[in-house]
């Protein structure tokens, strides 16, 4: 079992920026692709980015490429998402998520999930 913990939401105004982090529990975190996933209002849970275990390889959601950074810290069981010029249309819950499984995207092939970090971005 992992556990996740995620930490670094807030309020923020247009254009700021805002960096999350998710704390894994084991070791073996180092083994897992992780990925960042959003939720707000209304609105299905959705991909926001994933970087595999070596962080050799990113991925992101078009909404949030060139804004967004995923990076990790293995010897640190830490993910990060460094959010830059936020809009908006960033408003949600953010979910980091761990995976073994060779599929990034989708929400239903992550076993593991922290329990979530609030970002607000005021216009």
């Known amino acids: 079992q992992v556990q996740l913990v995620e930490s670094g939401g807030g309020l923020v105004q247009t254009g700021g920026s805002l960096r999350l982090s998710c704390a894994a529990s084991?070791?073996?975190?180092?083994?897992?692709?992780m990925g960042w996933f959003r939720q707000a209002p209304g609105k299905e849970r959705e991909f926001v980015a994933a970087?595999?275990?070596?962080?050799?390889?990113?991925y992101y959601a078009d909404s949030v490429k060139g804004r967004f950074t995923i990076s990790r810290d293995n010897a640190k069981n830490t993910v990060y998402l460094q959010m830059n010029s936020l809009k908006p249309e960033d408003t949600a819950v953010y979910y980091c998520?761990?995976?073994?499984?060779?599929?990034?995207?989708?929400?239903?092939?992550?076993?593991?999930w922290g329990q979530g970090t609030q970002v607000t971005v005021s216009s």
């Open positions: 970087i595999r275990w070596s962080g050799g390889s990113t």
């Open positions: 998520a761990g995976t073994m499984s060779g599929s990034y995207y989708s929400a239903s092939g992550y076993a593991y």
């Open positions: 084991r070791r073996t975190f180092s083994t897992y692709t």
